[in-house]
Every structure is written in structure tokens, then in C-alpha cells.
């Protein structure tokens, strides 16, 4: 990923950093438990998430909004890594007619493609909505 991200507004740089970041975790995702055990310390991979640091500076994110904002974006993507080798069927169809579980699942194997890459882009936009009020130093976290 290109660490000089000028010109680029933060939700669409943001979103191409969690696509590339969750793509390459998604590859390794036995290397995910030792990247939350450590401080991040490895020049090529601080250099990724100061790309992202810039962009959210750029976009008037303060100091602290923006560690979180960081902190946030981090957490989803290294989980959805991880479910990217999930199997398809994560949860059990009881059958049970009631069950709101089971329908989701009998719903999600009727729509053909990856559940994993739609629950991602699904996440993945939410988080970047819920994020933007913190743009131009407008809320802060926790306030």
C-alpha cells in the first residue's frame, strides 16, 4: 500500500487501508494473535498505519479521536481476518422454525457469494459513518 496517501479524503483512504490490511491478514491469519500480543514496532508495518495517522490528522481527527479511530479500524479488520477463515456456515441451522439465528443463516446461503467479504464491507462502511462525526475535531470519544 502506497504510504504517501495525499489528496485523498480519510473515509476513501480508510477504506482502501482496511481492504488491503484485511486482505493481507486474511492470507496469514495465524500471524493476527501474534500482532495483538506485541507493540508494533516493524518499520514497514508502522509506516501503514502512520499513512492512516496522516490521513486522519488531515481530516481534522484529534489527537486522542484519532488513536481510536486507529484503535477501532485495527480491531475490525484483524477480526474480520480471522473470519475470513471462518467456514461458511459459522453457526448451526437448528431448523428450529422460530429461531431468528437459523433464518439468518438459511438466508445467507440463498445469496450466493462470501459471507465473511459482506459482513466486512457492511462493517467496514458502518464504522466509517459512525467515524465521521470525530472529522473536523466536531466530537470526541468517550465525551
Avoid: I, K
Avoid at 493476527?32 to 492512516?52: I, K
Avoid at 433464518?103 to 466486512?120: E, I, K, N, W, Y
Wanted: charged fraction near 20%; include cysteine; charge should be negative.
Amino acid at each position: 500500500m502506497p504510504v504517501d496517501p495525499a489528496g485523498e479524503g480519510w473515509q476513501d483512504f480508510a477504506r482502501r487501508w482496511a481492504r488491503r490490511y484485511r486482505e493481507t491478514m486474511a492470507a496469514h491469519p495465524h500471524v493476527v494473535p501474534l500482532l495483538t500480543a506485541q507493540t508494533v514496532s516493524h518499520p514497514a508495518t508502522l509506516a501503514s498505519y502512520e499513512a492512516l495517522a496522516q490521513v486522519l490528522r488531515r481530516g481534522r481527527f484529534g489527537d486522542e479521536d484519532l488513536l481510536h479511530a486507529v484503535t477501532v479500524l485495527d480491531c475490525f479488520v484483524l477480526g474480520s481476518a480471522l473470519d475470513a477463515g471462518a467456514p461458511l456456515d459459522v453457526w448451526a441451522d437448528t431448523g428450529e422454525e422460530d429461531s431468528a439465528l437459523a433464518s439468518a443463516v438459511r438466508a445467507t446461503r440463498a445469496r450466493p457469494g462470501d459471507r465473511s467479504l459482506r459482513s466486512f464491507e457492511t462493517g467496514l462502511e458502518n464504522l466509517l459513518t459512525g467515524l465521521a462525526p470525530l472529522a473536523g475535531g466536531v466530537g470526541t470519544v468517550g465525551a
